[in-house]
């Protein structure tokens, strides 16, 4: 079973960064696929980046695109967010999201295209 729980997540002035953390405590996070959304308040929730479990795939949405960078420590079960720049506009509720099954590329920025969340934790970037 797959137990996600965020942290890292806070107030920050914009230009400023911040490390997000998922871990999972259900022991079976090494080969799913993970992945970071975002939800900002009367919005969709949206994809952020993803990252493949050998650690070596990795994709972003143009919007942080060179800004933030998704890891994974396979060892300690976590995966991590380093987002720099921070911008007004990245402000939401950050969810970790699991795949226990296969998942290419393409279909990773799809919502329902992942099976395991989060509780989700607050960013919030003040101008």
């Known amino acids: 079973q797959v137990h996600l729980v965020e942290s890292g997540g806070g107030l920050v002035q914009a230009g400023g960064s911040l490390r997000l953390s998922c871990a999972d405590s259900?022991?079976?996070?090494?080969?799913?696929?993970m992945g970071w959304f975002r939800q900002a308040p009367g919005k969709e929730r949206e994809f952020v980046a993803a990252i493949w479990w050998s650690g070596g795939s990795t994709i972003y949405s143009d919007s942080v695109k060179g800004r933030f960078t998704i890891s994974r420590d396979n060892a300690k079960n976590t995966v991590f967010l380093q987002m720099n720049s921070l911008k007004p506009e990245d402000t939401a509720v950050y969810y970790c999201?699991?795949?226990?099954?296969?998942?290419?590329?393409?279909?990773?920025?799809?919502?329902?295209?992942?099976?395991?969340w989060g509780q989700g934790t607050q960013v919030t970037v003040s101008s």
């Open positions: 259900g022991r079976t996070f090494k080969r799913y696929p």
């Open positions: 999201a699991a795949q226990s099954g296969p998942l290419s590329w393409n279909r990773a920025p799809s919502v329902s295209s992942w099976n395991y």
